[in-house]
């Protein structure tokens, strides 16, 4: 029988194990949390070098299996020298990411592919729009990046900085309080970030 406090605080204490930091399992374990909630309709996550064990890889599998969430480990690079896994509620849509993503590794930046991505991640119309603004025309300065580094998962436009943080960071950080009280700690504690007024 399914127990969301239960399989929420074993995905945290794997994450917390195995992860290269406190703060980079806390992240990964807000993102999960946004696309078993339904915020984020897929997540990208970048690999630890301990996920390479496979047994690891499959509890990490069974334990995103109890969300009802399927996940896809992509051994090719990102952009960045990294190996990435995607999550979604559906195999489907975690493989839409994963070619998303693929596409833009190899054939560059471009407003399509940021769009495509920017919906499968579930960000709102007003953050894609601004981010690809702001990364396709040479400036933009308005506070981008002080905004950027507030906030946790996506590039907030201008405009609607503090109604975009409500409507889909707000809600992730609320269930974390509730059910992953490790992360919750973890992420409150960097006052450089925005948390729960």
């Given at each position: 029988?399914?127990?969301?406090?239960?399989?929420?605080?074993?995905?945290?204490?794997?994450?917390f194990r195995?992860?290269?930091?406190?703060?980079a399992a806390a992240e990964t374990v807000a993102q999960i949390v946004g696309v078993f909630i339904g915020i984020?309709?897929?997540?990208?996550?970048?690999?630890?070098?301990?996920?390479?064990?496979?047994?690891?890889?499959?509890?990490?599998?069974?334990?995103?299996?109890?969300?009802?969430?399927?996940?896809i480990f992509d051994s090719s690079q990102n952009s960045a020298g990294g190996k990435v896994?995607?999550?979604?509620?559906?195999?489907?849509?975690?493989?839409?990411?994963?070619?998303?993503?693929?596409?833009?590794?190899?054939k560059g930046p471009d407003a399509e592919n940021h769009t495509r991505i920017g919906v499968l991640l579930g960000y709102p119309d007003s953050a894609?729009?601004?981010?690809?603004?702001?990364?396709t025309e040479n400036g933009i300065s308005d506070n981008h990046m002080e905004r950027g580094s507030r906030n946790r998962f996506?590039?907030?436009?201008?405009?609607?900085?503090?109604?975009?943080?409500?409507?889909?960071?707000?809600?992730?950080?609320?269930q974390l309080a509730k059910h992953c009280p490790k992360t919750a700690r973890t992420?409150?504690?960097?006052?450089?970030k925005r948390w729960l007024n």
């Amino acid at each position: 029988m399914f127990n969301r406090d239960i399989s929420l605080r074993r995905l945290e204490r794997f994450l917390f194990r195995y992860s290269d930091s406190p703060n980079a399992a806390a992240e990964t374990v807000a993102q999960i949390v946004g696309v078993f909630i339904g915020i984020k309709p897929a997540m990208e996550g970048d690999f630890s070098p301990v996920y390479s064990d496979a047994k690891i890889l499959w509890r990490f599998t069974k334990i995103l299996e109890e969300l009802k969430l399927a996940v896809i480990f992509d051994s090719s690079q990102n952009s960045a020298g990294g190996k990435v896994f995607f999550i979604a509620r559906s195999h489907k849509k975690a493989a839409e990411l994963q070619d998303a993503f693929r596409e833009l590794w190899c054939k560059g930046p471009d407003a399509e592919n940021h769009t495509r991505i920017g919906v499968l991640l579930g960000y709102p119309d007003s953050a894609v729009q601004y981010f690809i603004r702001a990364h396709t025309e040479n400036g933009i300065s308005d506070n981008h990046m002080e905004r950027g580094s507030r906030n946790r998962f996506y590039a907030h436009s201008a405009a609607h900085e503090n109604e975009e943080f409500e409507a889909y960071e707000a809600p992730i950080y609320r269930q974390l309080a509730k059910h992953c009280p490790k992360t919750a700690r973890t992420l409150r504690a960097n006052s450089e970030k925005r948390w729960l007024n």
